[in-house]
T-cell receptor, first 115, second 111 residues
Framework: EPEVTQTPSHQVTQMGQEVVLRCVPISNHLYFYWYRQILGQKVEFLVS????????KSEIFDDQFSVERPDGSNFTLKIRSTKLEDSAMCFC?????????????FGPGTRLTVL | DAKTTQPTSMDCAEGRAANLPCNHSTISGNEYVYWYRQIHSQGPQYIIHGLKNNETNEMASLIITEDRKSSTLILPHATLRDTAVYYCIVRVTGTASKLTFGTGTRLQVTL
């Protein structure tokens, strides 16, 4: 069964450093998403992406964040200058279309630890 | 998207049916009810969704009341592997819209 994959599984970085989290969505999916979950808190939406541009973003997704689909398979989340409060599980998701059956499929997540 | 209300936690004996309720009294006509679950710290997993008819798939059944103000997710024969946080989410489909997760119901399946 096709699945969303994410690398690395765990990313440790120093405050102020840039990080890039990578995702490979399901191959025929067209819509891509990033969510995060700070330990003990809700899963929060960050951004959605379609047709090589951002469709929607949350207040969390400020100028420090960017997303890119550099090739036909990868979808990346970049944080330019990490803060301690960016420590979270970061989940990538993808969906096929916008219709009634557009369930989102989530990856296993990257645990981001900012020291 | 309409707000949902779920119990904080529930217990269920293994092999029994788990019935997880959700209230969405402000749901509008074009909003679907989706259920996802999150096992430990894994990525959320889609379970089922519906508009107004009851739905069943290999994982679960979804019962939506006639007025659509509430729904129940049924896991017919719960196993220990069904221990997870279950999220009821109401959203308009037809857009690449975000999922808004609440705190969900923590289901503990016990021997």
């Amino acid at each position: 069964e096709p699945e969303v994959t994410q690398t690395p599984s765990h990313q440790v970085t120093q405050m102020g450093q840039e990080v890039v989290l990578r995702c490979v969505p399901i191959s025929n999916h067209l819509y891509f998403y990033w969510y995060r979950q700070i330990l003990g808190q809700k899963v929060e939406f960050l951004v959605s992406f379609y047709n090589n541009e951002i469709s929607e973003k949350s207040e969390i997704f400020d100028d420090q964040f960017s997303v890119e689909r550099p090739d036909g398979s990868n979808f990346t989340l970049k944080i330019r200058s990490t803060k301690l409060e960016d420590s979270a599980m970061c989940f990538c998701a993808s969906s096929f279309d916008r219709g009634p059956f557009n369930e989102q499929f989530f990856g296993p997540g990257t645990r981001l630890t900012v020291l | 998207d309409a707000k949902t209300t779920q119990p904080t936690s529930m217990d269920c004996a293994e092999g029994r049916a788990a019935n997880l309720p959700c209230n969405h009294s402000t749901i509008s006509g074009n909003e679907y009810v989706y259920w996802y679950r999150q096992i430990h710290s894994q990525g959320p997993q889609y379970i089922i969704h519906g508009l107004k008819n009851n739905e069943t798939n290999e994982m679960a059944s979804l019962i939506i009341t006639e007025d659509r103000k509430s729904s129940t997710l049924i896991l017919p024969h719960a196993t220990l592997r069904d221990t997870a946080v279950y999220y009821c989410i109401v959203r308009v489909t037809g857009t690449a819209s975000k999922l808004t997760f609440g705190t969900g119901t923590r289901l503990q399946v016990t021997l």
